[in-house]
């Protein structure tokens, strides 16, 4: 239980992490800016993990493990994302998310 | 291994061997060693069939097989082959035009083995079709017969080939798509009693379904096989697939694979439900009575001569669909005599029609004239055909017509009569179109001077040209032996058919 | 009667069909010599043959307690359609079909051996034969027929060697349309016979000529009640089957091919086109007699009525054709209408069955002095190298020989007597006079035409003014001048023939008396037709020019035969090509396959506005799936607060 911080402050600061994620996600055209966005979804819905976790179970470890397994995953999609960012920007010499759209239809 | 599952294997075994081959001439006499060994597996058949029936032997399906394939849960599919007379007949068929159908396509240079590799498949699949007596093993060689249809056309054909593979396959897929759900149906009413559904059907034939499940699928069936079987209005793939064939494929096509429409027609459709068939059978005699009128009718307007021919294939299969309607011995005799005897024909003009073409370079009966002058063997061989196709005494489709004919005009009803009488008038108006594109292309002046200098058919032209026209003249002359298989082993089916409708 | 005798006979079609085979296939590998020597010795034999089956069937076997029986030799299945009915193959004799099996090997070897002078030398002279072959052969096994099946099978066979010796020069454009509208005009009647045959076949449950003709009725009391529009089953069942008969035999309004089947060789004119093919369909009514007499007398009257106006209607054209080939044409469809009529007045049995005696007694004269006519015509023709009137005159001088036969078989067409058509015409008109007067007159008419433009074709021909000819007309070789003149007898002879005592419709033969009240008006009109035509025609004049320009709507409307080619070209290409054919090719093309390729197009043309939501967008796609979801969210909440 940590003194002076509600659930709900958790939640509120996850919740504006979360749509600041989906508004970059939705918005910004730079790839790796898109990428970091995703990085922000990932990282609210941790929280939740978490706190819920905290709150609710306090005695049991899932929501920890769960969200360390958020961290590891999203390590490895940063990667192979940026990977696939280096090899558009080798294509297109660019990485505006609007123009890589030759693989449509 | 048994026999009937050879007939498979050749095919297979032959496509192995062109597969590990390079030189056309190789590749070519292979195919034709694999086709001669398949024609004489299907000769021997006929002996050995016929030797059966004569020491006494009269079990439905002979020589059968049963192996379970599939059978969990509610499926039970199995891998049941066995033949009787229709199916004997048939094989005996499908084994000449292959065999000739090889001899036709002896000039084909382009990718020659990709091209007999496709052939053989497709070859493949009408013999297990003729040979399954499993519902669902019959559909799978359906399909495999069916494919290779689209890359045949689109690859080795001619003119907008491309356009015309397309609409083949789609419309013969959507056929086998309702075709499938007739099957399924068929196949969940097997067992009205209760016990163990089953695909085979000789045993569903025993049984009486449900009649509500045969009025909802019957139509699903008959007009999935009937699309193949040229059935109006779903005949238009078949001119426009004939036409951009190469020879061996319309050959082919047009004489054994359409038959796949008018066996499964009448053995599956209307023999296996006959309550709804005989209930719904005037909307289909109805469309078979335009079919056979409005394709004659066509085709005395063509100028292409495979247009002609593919035309007048649309006719005459009506009459299969229509004799398969019509509900006596006879008749259903004369549906089978008239699918081997329209097979023998059309695959005779379909390779003729390509070694004209091969050498004129135009199938517009217009452009061409007096080729009987420049190329004897080929124009007396067209005329033969042609007074063949028109039903003349002493080839096979006058055996098949009267048949029918007379079996359809046993029928009381004066609904059947009327429309047996505008069927058989289909016989003058065939006669009005074999004759002006005989007329115009082989005889009067030739109006080419080029095509003066034209070669007559060649050796393996001849082999494929004779082999048919003997056996359409042998079965002309010589019928008996041949209605007397098919009629007689028509009987139990027609028996078990008639106990339910009548 | 299934019998043991007779059963050389059946080697008379096979040994045909053999030199067919040999001929037929050995193609240019036989000499021209050994391929007329073959086929000419089979049919010779069979010739042989069939004079003795005529002896034996006449005077040694045929006749059992006063009756001339029927036997049937031969008869196998052929083709099986159901327990009870099958078509078989075998040979009938009885008096009408031995008559036949004379007339047609005999017209047929002496065609045989005429060919060889009048196509020595053509192009395909061995596909010549085959096809005289093959024609012989169908011919002989539809005139042994002992079912109306194999008599189908056999017409349909004779139909086709027609086509092929019609079309005989395929190169000449007018030949190929004269053999295809030959074989399509006979087809299209035939279709009518298959219906007719197949009526028949429904009621009775049988082929069989024996069981069909039972004059007991059995087979006519099957159709008992049964009617189709108000007409009964058996009267449609028979005038369906003469509509065959009438198309093989040029019957009005069926005629239209005979006149343009005079493309074909000139030997095979004599041979198909007037003695043999062309009176099948008398012989097809005559074979089932009994049922039109017994069963249907209204199918008779029509037998009857087609005949009479034919034979009119034919010999008003014959006068003003200037082809001599066609002159005779429309002369053999006027003595065929003369053999119909004489059937349809014809009653069963005594001296009630005249007419069918003289029809048949006629049948056989014509054969002899119409073959006679068109072999002396192709003589001629050989000479001339046309075959328009106009380009002869004054032949006699040149062609003795030809000459001769030809006034012998003018006289016997004309009914002179003694020569042998005088004889059966004068039955025929007794016939008709003792049944129907209207069609005695047309009858006594027709034959007062028929003696003028006989005379007329004689004395232009080989009287009137030289021509210039380009090469002296010499009189043919022996080949051709021996069957003349063998004709010639035969026409001037034949008439003898006691027919009333062999061929008669219930095999009992009755006492025919000469009818003087006939034969006196029959001789006159024949000796005024004559007589104006030698007015007209023997010395150059202008009388024939000025009667034709006196009269000159009657003489344009014979010229172009009523104009009936013009109505059944209408009729072909107006209605057949251009408002069916085209129409449903047109149809086909547009309205069928295009409601096909419009599925395929709306289903293109659907998947082409479908596919621009995969834009490629990915933020567009994340928009949706963020807005899909806040949707699925909100409903949900909405959902589960309520």
């Known amino acids: 239980m940590i003194e002076g911080i509600g659930v709900n402050d958790f939640l509120v600061v996850s919740t504006i992490m979360f749509f600041v994620g989906v508004y970059g996600f939705l918005v910004r055209k730079n790839l790796i800016t898109m990428l970091m966005s995703v990085e922000l979804i990932l990282n609210a819905a941790n929280i939740n993990f978490v706190v819920f976790n905290k709150y609710l179970f306090p005695d049991m470890l899932q929501g920890y493990m769960f969200s360390l397994f958020v961290i590891g995953i999203a390590a490895a999609e940063a990667a192979v994302a940026i990977a696939i960012i280096l090899n558009v920007y080798r294509n297109l010499k660019d990485i505006d998310v609007e123009h890589v759209s030759s693989m449509k239809y | 291994m048994d026999r009937l599952s050879l007939l498979i294997v050749i095919p297979v075994l032959t496509i192995v061997v062109i597969g590990f081959m390079h030189d056309y001439k190789k590749v070519r006499l292979t195919a034709a060693i694999g086709a001669g060994i398949q024609l004489l597996q299907t000769i021997w058949l006929m002996f050995s069939y016929l030797g059966e029936r004569r020491s006494g032997n009269t079990e439905e399906m002979l020589f059968g097989k049963d192996v379970v394939w599939y059978d969990h849960g509610i499926l039970n599919i199995h891998y049941a082959v066995g033949v009787d007379g229709l199916s004997t007949a048939l094989l005996l068929l499908t084994g000449i035009i292959v065999f000739a159908g090889v001899f036709a396509s002896w000039e084909i240079t382009n990718k020659t083995k ?389 | 009667m299934v019998t043991e005798l007779f059963q050389y006979t059946i080697w008379i079609p096979v040994l045909v069909f053999l030199s067919f085979l040999i001929v037929g296939l050995s193609g240019d590998k036989l000499s021209n010599q050994a391929a007329g020597l073959i086929s000419t010795s089979t049919i010779s034999i069979g010739m042989v043959l069939s004079y003795y089956t005529a002896y034996e069937y006449f005077f040694v076997h045929g006749l059992v307690n006063g009756i001339y029986e029927t036997f049937i030799p031969v008869n196998f299945e052929w083709l099986r359609f159901s327990e009870t009915l099958s078509i078989n193959m075998g040979m009938y004799i009885d008096g009408i079909s031995v008559m036949m099996l004379v007339v047609v090997t005999t017209i047929s070897t002496m065609v045989h051996i005429y060919s060889f002078g009048y196509m020595k030398g053509e192009v395909g002279f061995n596909r010549f034969y085959s096809f005289l072959s093959l024609f012989s052969f169908s011919m002989l096994g539809l005139v042994i027929a002992t079912n109306i099946f194999q008599m189908y099978v056999f017409w349909e066979l004779v139909g086709v060697s027609s086509f092929l010796l019609i079309g005989y020069y395929y190169f000449k454009p007018s030949a190929v349309a004269a053999s295809k509208k030959a074989f399509i005009v006979t087809r299209f009647a035939d279709f009518f016979f298959l219906v007719g045959i197949l009526t028949l076949s429904y009621y009775t449950g049988t082929f069989d000529f024996i069981e069909l003709t039972d004059p007991s009725g059995a087979a006519i009391g099957s159709f008992a009640g049964a009617s189709f529009l108000g007409i009964g089953a058996l009267t449609w069942a028979l005038t369906l089957i003469f509509i065959g008969g009438a198309g093989k035999s040029a019957m009005f309004p069926l005629h239209i091919w005979l006149p343009d089947a005079m493309e074909g060789p000139t030997p095979v004119s004599a041979l198909i086109h007037a003695a043999t093919m062309v009176v099948a369909g008398v012989y097809l009514v005559a074979r089932l007699f009994v049922m039109f007499v017994l069963g249907s007398p209204e199918a008779l009257e029509i037998v009857m009525w087609v005949g009479a106006f034919s034979a009119l209607f034919a010999a008003l054209i014959a006068i003003t054709q200037t082809d001599i080939k066609r002159v005779l044409a429309f002369s053999t469809m006027s003595q065929i209408g003369y053999m119909m009529l004489a059937l349809g007045v014809s009653g069963y049995g005594g001296e009630e069955g005249l007419g069918f005696t003289a029809s048949m007694f006629h049948l056989f004269t014509h054969a002899m002095f119409k073959a006679l006519l068109f072999l002396g015509a192709g003589a001629i023709i050989h000479a001339v190298h046309s075959n328009e009137m106009t380009d002869m005159g004054n032949l006699r001088k040149y062609m003795p020989i030809t000459h001769i036969t030809f006034l012998v078989a003018a006289l016997a067409i004309s009914g002179i007597p003694v020569f042998s058509g005088f004889f059966s015409k004068d039955e025929i008109l007794a016939a008709a006079y003792a049944s129907n007067k209207m069609v005695f007159f047309i009858g006594w008419a027709v034959a007062g035409i028929t003696a003028f433009y006989m005379f007329r074709l004689y004395y232009t021909i080989f009287w009137g003014e030289e021509r210039e000819y380009t090469h002296t007309p010499h009189e043919a070789g022996k080949s051709m001048t021996y069957p003349l003149l063998f ?156």
């Open chain 2, 114 to 502: 990709e091209f007999f590799i496709t052939l053989f498949l497709l070859a493949t699949g009408v013999f297990g079709f003729f040979i399954s007596i499993d519902l669902f093993t019959l559909f799978v060689f359906y399909e495999v017969a069916v494919i290779p249809m689209y890359l045949l056309i689109g690859i080795w054909g001619t003119g907008p080939k491309e356009y015309s593979a397309m609409k083949l396959t789609l419309m013969l897929m959507g056929a086998s798509a309702l075709l499938l759900v007739g099957i399924l149906g068929i196949y969940f009413n097997s067992a009205p009693d209760g016990g163990e559904l089953t695909f085979n059907f000789i045993q569903i034939s025993n049984v009486v379904m449900d009649h509500g499940a045969q009025r909802f699928f019957f139509p699903l069936t008959f007009i999935g096989f009937g699309v193949l079987g040229a059935l109006y209005p779903f005949h238009t793939w078949s001119p426009d697939g004939h036409a951009s064939a190469p020879t061996a494929v319309s050959m082919l096509h047009a004489g054994v694979l359409m038959k796949l429409g008018g066996y499964g027609a009448l053995r599956i459709a209307v023999m296996l439900m006959p309550e709804a068939a005989s209930e719904m059978a005037w909307i289909f005699i109805i469309l078979a009575v335009i079919g056979s009128v409005y394709g004659a009718y066509s085709a005395v307007a063509q100028k292409d001569l495979k247009y002609i021919n593919a035309y007048s294939s649309v006719s005459h299969l009506a009459l299969i669909l229509f004799a398969a309607l019509m509900f006596t011995q006879t008749a259903h005799t004369g549906a089978v005599l008239q699918m081997i005897s329209h097979g023998l024909i059309t695959a005779l003009f379909f390779a003729l029609i390509g070694m004209i073409y091969s050498r004129t370079h135009t199938r517009n009966i217009h452009e061409m004239g007096g080729l009987l002058k420049v190329m004897p063997v080929l124009g007396v061989s067209y005329l033969i055909a042609g007074f063949a196709s028109l039903g003349l005494p002493g080839f096979s489709a006058f055996i098949a017509e009267m048949t029918i004919f007379v079996g359809a005009f046993e029928n009381h009803d004066l609904f059947t009569r009327v429309s047996t009488v505008l069927v058989v008038s289909s016989i003058v108006i065939t006669a009005v179109y074999i004759l002006r594109a005989a007329g115009i292309m082989l005889m009067g002046t030739i109006n080419n001077k080029e095509f003066e200098l034209l070669p007559d058919a060649r050796w393996y032209d001849k082999v494929a040209v004779f082999l048919l026209i003997a056996v359409i003249a042998g079965i002309g002359i010589f019928p008996n032996w041949l209605v007397e298989i098919i009629y007689t082993d028509l009987g139990p089916m027609f028996e078990r058919m008639s106990s339910q409708i009548f």
């Open chain 3, 487 to 642: 004709l010639a007898f035969m026409a001037a002879v034949s008439g003898f023939i006691p027919f009333n005592e062999l061929v008669t419709a219930d095999g009992l033969d009755f006492h025919a008396h000469f009818h003087w009240n006939i034969a006196i008006p029959s001789v006159a009109i024949a000796a005024i037709g004559i007589w104006v035509a030698t007015i007209m025609y023997k010395n150059p004049s202008k009388t024939a020019d000025e009667v034709s320009a006196k009269i000159p709507i009657l003489y344009r409307w014979s010229h172009h035969k009523f104009y009936m080619d013009e109505v059944w070209m209408f009729l072909t290409h107006k209605i057949i090509f251009k408002l069916i054919a085209w129409p449903t090719a047109w149809f086909d093309k547009k309205v069928v396959d295009g409601s096909f390729d419009g599925i395929a197009w709306v289903t293109n043309k659907v998947s082409d506005k479908i596919k621009g939501l995969q834009s490629g967008q990915l933020q567009q796609y994340a928009a949706t799936m963020v807005m899909g979801l806040l949707g699925f969210v909100l409903v949900l909440l909405y959902w589960m607060t309520k």
